[in-house]
């Protein structure tokens, strides 16, 4: 980014002027002094199309950053900011940066609007934002947003009205539900959910054509959807510190089935006819319960005994995902049936980073 500083106000009006005021411990009067200097100078504000205000100690913007009506990039991060009040009205912004600050829910404009259709980029990472901004919704020009770093615990059902966007970070929140409209957003290339309270992703994620990364590392994810196999353009999956993970990474061992699962397991096996009468009702229930077994190759089924096991599923032979599977012996882990599996359902594309641990 390059930065002008003549005093002249003459110049190119196709230039792109930067105001670099950042690192210069300026409060919120110091600021309206400089940036009143700058207005009553021959009307230089127009000229100024990025202000870069982070690492400061200001705590309320100045009226005066509205006469900067050509303004497109203003960065405050990194100050201490308790309200982002509608002072930005006049501003063309295409980026606004305010992370890292002191930012509640009813600190932000209730309408931020001339950027409502030109805003590209917004940053609110680093508050105290307790829900997803609803006035973010109305931005449907936006294709970077990032949420990260707060206490959000919802993405909104609404979510797909964004349908430009192409990053949409919320990781480090609270999030304990992803809604099946993110499957909408078919422009997203970057999904970041990690360090949340997530258990289960919709299965039409895998509708996000254009998704390359997608983080969900430190969530409490025990399955994903097979469906995720669709993500052809796909090139990094964090799954670390989820259970799905820590199921496949220790040692899963099987205790012996009692003797009633044990007959149980027979009747089932060999077919052996049961008519209501021969044994009493609770029998009959038990007997209906039985679980198949998941390998291809075995007919065996399991009631209340079962072996938790994690298969891959391959990706051109290098990179796998785990996905749990519930099989009804240990000895259906291994055997070709599932390398077999694999290779019916080989896939044209490479995952370049899967992060397990």
């Known amino acids: 980014m390059e930065c002008y500083t003549s005093d002249s106000c003459d110049s190119d009006s196709r230039e792109q002027k930067t105001l670099d005021l950042s690192y210069q411990s300026l409060d919120s009067n110091a600021l309206s002094s400089e940036l009143k200097g700058i207005v009553n100078e021959k009307d230089c504000a127009k000229n100024y199309e990025i202000i870069l205000l982070y690492n400061n100690r200001i705590r309320i913007l100045p009226d005066t950053i509205n006469r900067f009506c050509n303004l497109k990039i203003l960065d405050v991060s990194n100050n201490r900011l308790t309200v ?58 936006i294709k970077y947003l990032y949420l990260g770093g707060n206490r959000i615990v919802n993405i909104p059902k609404d ?7 192409q990053i949409l970070s919320m990781g480090g929140n609270q999030i304990t539900e992803v809604p099946e409209s ?15 309270l997530i258990e289960q992703l919709p299965a039409n994620i895998a509708n996000l054509k ?12 025990k399955t994903l959807p097979t469906q995720i196999i669709k993500l052809t353009c ?90 749990l599977q519930y099989l009804c012996s240990s000895k259906c882990i291994t055997g070709s049936w599932e390398s077999r599996e694999m290779d019916s359902n080989a896939h044209p594309h490479m995952m370049r980073k899967v992060l397990l641990g």
């Open 234 to 323: 796909l090139t990094e999956l964090s799954l670390r510190e989820n259970p799905l993970v820590s199921r496949f990474i220790r040692d899963m061992t099987l205790e012996p089935p009692s003797l009633l699962e044990l007959a149980g397991r027979t009747i089932k096996l060999h077919e052996i006819p049961i008519q209501m009468g021969d044994v009493p009702t609770t029998l009959i229930d038990y007997l209906n319960a039985a679980q198949c077994c998941v390998n291809p190759k075995c007919r065996g089924v399991y009631f209340d005994n079962r072996v938790e096991h994690i298969k891959f599923v391959d990706f051109c032979g290098k990179y796998r995902i785990p996905l």
């Open 210 to 221: 254009q998704l390359r990364s997608l983080l969900l590392h430190k969530n409490r994810l």
């Open 84 to 141: 982002l009040p509608d002072v930005l009205k006049n501003c063309p912004l295409t980026t606004l940066i305010a992370k890292h600050n002191q930012l509640t829910n009813d600190s932000l404009p209730k309408c931020f609007y001339s950027a409502k259709t030109t805003l590209r980029e917004l940053n609110l990472c680093g508050n105290q934002l307790t829900a997803f901004p609803e006035q973010v919704l109305e931005m449907n020009s």
């Open 182 to 196: 993110v499957g909408r957003l078919v422009g997203l290339q970057a999904l970041i959910l990690s360090d949340n």
């Open 159 to 165: 979510i797909w009205k964004l349908s430009s966007l």
